[in-house]
């Protein structure tokens, strides 16, 4: 698990220079400033707009996330955690009319700036979606595929069996890597998607509502998982459950829908406070209306 040591920069992928990121010794060195005070800021988001064909879905989110934290998002249906998540790796690229406006720095750079190859920008910051989504393929090689395609050096064995690790998976599954991952329950299934997400070796993880297809114990399992991994990863998870907002995250951005005009409507940041604010003395009766279960 221990990462910052475990490979020199040049052997990692996704973090040359060319892709315009960090290194990963300067974010340590960051991280070190640091020291003492709140964690460092991993993403700086600054009047964040999207839209969907010039029509806006969520404007005006203005906060800060920090490394090694686990940050919540947490609002009614349609108020835009999906669209703001996916502007975070730059997941909204892939669908053609979604437009961003503001800055979403991630460290001290710019995110949608010109240099940055989005492609790298997702080898380093990961997704785990709703539904898992394993290949058709067998276990091994659902871990290896990511790593291999991106040429990373390093026994395949040794990677697959550390990524499982991580995924609190490799206990369960290391006598039969060999056979196809649908056989897996679908918790092992969600297990088997963060580890090929860690194979990669991402420094965020990006969850998308990831237990809402998973029955109670492997949701416990997941969220005991992340509170391992924010140690050496930093998070941000989209949920419906405000139960697994209040007992994984440290800080939580609750959204709402505003009825901007008649028929239009548009998603908002509310409140980002730490969690256990947004839980027990919110600022906004909006905020209190949707964690007491008045709406929503
Ligand atoms: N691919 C898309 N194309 C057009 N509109 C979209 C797309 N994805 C989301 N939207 C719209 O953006 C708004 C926010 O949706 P979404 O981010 O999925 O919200 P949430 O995840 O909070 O339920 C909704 O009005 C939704 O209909
Ligand atoms: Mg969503």
Redesign the pocket.
């Known amino acids: 698990m221990e990462r910052t040591t475990s490979a020199p920069d040049d052997t990692r992928p996704g973090v040359s220079a060319s892709a315009g990121l960090p290194k990963l010794d300067e974010r340590d060195d960051r991280a070190g400033d640091a020291a003492g005070a709140a964690a460092a800021a991993i993403f700086t988001l600054d009047d964040v707009s999207?839209a969907?064909?010039g029509?806006p879905?969520?404007e005006d989110v203005t906060f800060a996330l920090r490394q090694n934290e686990i940050t919540a998002?947490i609002?009614?249906?349609?108020?835009?955690?999906?669209?703001?998540i996916?502007c975070l790796n730059r997941m909204n690229d892939l669908?053609p009319?979604?437009t961003v406006a503001g800055k979403v720095l991630y460290h001290d750079q710019d995110l949608y700036a010109d240099d940055i190859d989005p492609v790298q920008v997702r080898k380093r910051i990961g997704m785990v979606f709703q539904k898992p989504n394993p290949f058709p393929k067998s276990i091994f090689e659902n871990i290896a595929f990511g790593p291999r395609v991106l040429g990373m050096k390093g026994d395949m064995n040794e990677i697959v069996e550390g990524a499982l690790r991580k995924a609190a998976l490799w206990d369960e599954v290391k006598d039969r890597l060999k056979t196809n991952a649908f056989g897996m329950s679908g918790g092992q299934q969600q297990r088997l998607c963060i580890a090929r997400t860690m194979a990669i070796e991402p420094e965020v993880i990006l969850m998308?509502e990831p237990c809402s297809a998973l029955d109670p114990i492997s949701t416990g399992a997941i969220e005991d998982l992340m509170l391992d991994l924010k140690v050496n990863y930093s998070i941000v998870i989209?949920t419906h459950n405000m139960q697994q907002a209040a007992r994984v995250s440290d800080r939580t951005a609750f959204?709402n829908?505003d009825k901007v005009e008649e028929g239009k409507?548009v998603?908002k940041l509310v409140e980002f406070a730490p969690t256990e604010k947004i839980f027990t003395k919110p600022d906004d009766t909006r905020t209190e209306e949707y964690v007491t279960g008045k709406f929503g």
């Not at 349609?78 to 703001?84: E, Q, V």
Request: aromatic letters at 12%; one cysteine or more.
């Open positions: 999207v969907y064909g029509v879905a969520v998002f609002g009614p249906s349609g108020c835009g955690k999906s669209t703001l996916r669908i009319s979604a998308d989209v959204f829908v409507r998603g």
